[in-house]
């Protein structure tokens, strides 16, 4: 059997057609929480309060007045991140993707004008990163490795917006982000209290945007958005990607609230080919307020990916149907200074590269569950895979968009647990916190060179019959965050230790000894 690795590269693809629409409604409140407080009249005085800036919902960020009614803010924000992992076996060659110490920094630069009118309010938004792996960077050849990113300019925001009685429009580049951040994800929503994250996110989803967003009442409201996708974590150099998004959100800040995300995608590939799809994703969230003063969280995100595409074309396949899913259940439990937090993942994946669907289910990369399976030895394995399976001594000619084989991070065929459990210290901002990761494959996994060369038998990554258990990692991690006058400051130490399950081993064993991992954070926000 002739197998396409470039099949899975449609998969990422998707992907990218996921987060870029999801993405661009939140920032602009259009999320399910935003948009209830759109739609209420008491809200209109205070919404430019949680305007443009990053992670409004942060500390420290000042406004400063000017006349007629008019007001500023410019926002910085240095984060640090520093890493020490294990090498990761990644080809049945021996080769391993060398982890050792890593740096990543990273520069924020907001900046926020609003105007109060008589009629409407107007604001002006616009921020850039400056961020990228200064140390680290790795050897062995392949794509989408870890740490792989080289250090750049990452422009972010640059919208004009006005809104009035129950109304919202806004134009120019903005970030995305929908329900919990499964396809979606603006980067902007890192770790917070009481939420046992382990989580540094970079990057984000950008799109060029025209949008308006209408409240018919204090519950219900509707935006339509045309896109032009700007970035996002799978849209390559030279893919053009446009979209036409259709938003519904109902609920208020203190019933379920309940969202409906409709997009239609049309992507251009520099390679010629192409990618036509119809995402449809579903958010819903509810809290239950209990004697004592406990509260019970249940929220939900669930995306369908349907349509077809010609990217990756076989001699049998030049056309392949796409139909991808995805969903998360994330429950926490609130006490007094500790808490419970569990998610329940699933990815569909495919372990037939060469057949006419594609169906594998890309999440977010900035959908963090833990530390080293995902960000580390499956990004490690799939990225080193364009290597192996682009061998022109081997395989003749690399198979077309290969490329987009890699999972760059991103969660992706599985089934995972995830519960974690926090405590907060009474006298001191800090917070412990953790928990195992159990994950499984949704189908095997498959490797496309090794499975090529065992005449279509599915072979993973290490050249062996694998599984589905993928591994057990435990992951502990410690926060101190602190405001005083307007200055945020935040430090985190996070270590795991992953057991890796059947699905990621070779001949003999060979990638089963456990892998160690642990990184240091710091933020300064001014």
Avoid: C
């Avoid at 009118?117 to 400056?130: C, H």
């Avoid at 382990?198 to 990057?203: E, L, N, Q, S, V």
């Avoid at 032009?228 to 053009?240: F, K």
């Avoid at 369908?304 to 139909?323: E, I, K, W, Y």
Wanted: avoid cysteine; proline fraction near 6%; hydrophobic fraction near 45%.
């Amino acid at each position: 059997m002739n197998v396409r690795p470039s099949n899975s590269a449609l998969f990422v693809l998707t992907l990218v057609l996921l987060s870029a629409p999801a993405a661009a409604i939140a920032d602009d409140p259009t999320a399910p929480e935003a948009a209830a407080e759109a739609a209420a009249p008491e809200a209109l005085e205070g919404a430019d309060d949680d305007e443009g800036v990053p992670g409004s919902a942060e500390p420290g960020r000042r406004w400063s007045r000017f006349r007629n009614r008019g007001r500023f803010a410019l926002r910085g924000r240095i984060d640090g991140r520093g890493e020490l992992i294990g090498a990761v076996p990644t080809d049945a060659a021996g080769s391993n993707l060398e982890g050792g110490a890593g740096l990543d920094p990273r520069l924020r630069l907001s900046l926020s004008l609003v105007h109060e009118g008589p009629v409407a309010t107007f604001s002006l938004i616009a921020e850039a990163d400056v961020s990228g792996e200064v140390l680290g960077s790795p050897e062995l050849s392949g794509e989408g490795l870890p740490r792989s990113e080289g250090f750049d300019l990452l422009p972010r925001k640059a919208h004009v917006a006005a809104q009035g009685r129950g109304w919202r429009a806004a134009a120019g580049l903005m970030t995305s982000h929908w329900g919990l951040g499964l396809l979606a994800n603006d980067g902007d929503h890192g770790w917070t209290p009481s939420s046992a994250a382990f989580t540094d996110p970079r990057g984000g989803d950008a799109v060029w945007r025209a949008m308006i967003t209408r409240a018919l009442s204090e519950e219900l409201a509707f935006t339509l958005a045309g896109d032009l996708v700007h970035q996002d974590d799978t849209t390559l150099p030279g893919d053009v990607a446009w979209q036409g998004v259709m938003a519904a959100t109902w609920g208020s800040p203190v019933a379920p609230t309940f969202g409906l995300y409709l997009v239609y995608r049309n992507l251009e590939a520099e390679s010629g080919g192409g990618l036509e799809v119809i995402v449809v994703d579903l958010t819903a969230r509810a809290t239950v307020e209990m004697e004592g003063d406990y509260r019970l969280t249940l929220a939900t995100e669930l995306a369908l990916v349907a349509g077809n595409t010609t990217l990756a074309p076989s001699v049998d396949f030049q056309r392949h149907r796409v139909l991808q899913g995805g969903g998360v259940l994330r429950g926490t439990f609130e006490g007094h200074g500790w808490g419970v937090v569990a998610d329940l993942v699933y990815a569909s994946g495919d372990q037939n590269l060469d057949d006419a669907s594609q169906n594998a289910f890309k999440a977010d990369r900035n959908f963090d569950q833990g530390l080293l399976l995902f960000p580390w030895v499956l990004a490690a394995q799939t990225g080193r895979s364009v290597a192996t399976a682009s061998n022109l001594e081997l395989v003749g000619q690399p198979a077309p968009d290969i490329e987009r084989l890699p999972t760059r991070g991103a969660v992706t065929d599985t089934v995972s647990f995830f519960p974690r459990a926090y405590y907060r210290l009474s006298s001191l901002p800090l917070e412990f916190y953790g928990g195992p990761l159990l994950a499984f494959a949704a189908v095997p996994l498959v490797d496309p060179y090794n499975t090529r060369m065992a005449g279509g038998v599915n072979r993973n990554a290490l050249d062996g019959e694998g599984g589905t258990f993928l591994g057990l990692e435990l992951d502990l991690g410690a926060r101190y965050q602190r405001e005083w006058k307007g200055i945020l400051l935040a430090m985190g130490l996070e270590g795991a230790m992953l057991l890796p399950g059947a699905a990621l081993q070779g001949p003999g064993g060979i990638g089963g000894d456990p892998l160690f991992g642990g990184r240091l954070t710091l933020t300064l926000g001014l």
